[in-house]
């Protein structure tokens, strides 16, 4: 689908000299003299590589078509995480580099969305917030009540996070996946 340069927002995927390419910033320049243009700056999905590249307004860019479906997580080895579809049970199999960070906060049957681009599984979107338990945290100390202070806790899946004071070991709470922040205790 072609897209006008001045339309181009951060995190679109677009197709660019043969690859396909991430956005990770983007600014609009309206100089004094000579037309407007956008300054992009691309990662390629592929390679690993970025790209500074300047398109003028006028010009248009093929932005990529990705196809999400709904997976469900099974497991993990040493390598892939792998998932089930829940209408035609087919499993796929996605690197763990892939996936990234993210991975930890997977658990047996949480449904995620699968960005695919030409068949190929570039992104796993979680949901926006995950139940998890609090393995181990300190003990809040006396008087920091006074201030909003947080303390550090592992989760059950060994990930590190901010937890008020009053948040125990064995609670179990509300984890933003997008900043793998606290939200709430339940």
């Known amino acids: 689908m072609k897209i006008y340069a001045s339309e181009i927002r951060v995190g679109m995927l677009i197709e660019y000299k043969d690859d396909l390419w991430q956005v990770l910033k983007t600014q609009h320049v309206k100089p004094g003299k000579g037309g407007a243009f956008a300054q992009v700056e691309m990662k390629s999905v592929n390679k690993n590589t ?89 003990v809040a100390l006396k008087g ?18 901010q937890v008020p004071p009053f948040i125990e070991s064995g609670d179990k709470i509300i984890v933003d996946t997008r900043t793998m922040e606290y939200i709430k205790k339940i």
Do not use: H, W
Not at 52 to 81: G, H, I
Not at 144 to 161: E, F, H, R
């Open 50 to 138: 970025k790209l500074n590249e300047r398109f003028r307004s006028s010009e248009s860019v093929e932005k990529a078509s990705l196809d999400e479906t709904k997976f469900n997580y099974l497991y993990e080895d040493e390598t892939d995480y792998y998932f089930m579809d829940p209408k035609s049970y087919e499993q796929i199999n996605i690197k763990k580099e892939t996936v990234g960070e993210k991975g930890k906060m997977l658990t047996e049957n949480l449904e995620v969305n699968i960005s695919f681009y030409n068949e190929k599984p570039l992104a796993v979107e979680l949901p926006n917030q995950v139940t998890c338990t609090i393995e181990t945290t300190d």
């Open 144 to 161: 920091q009540t006074v201030s909003s202070s947080y303390k550090p806790a592992v989760l059950d899946n060994g990930v590190n996070i």
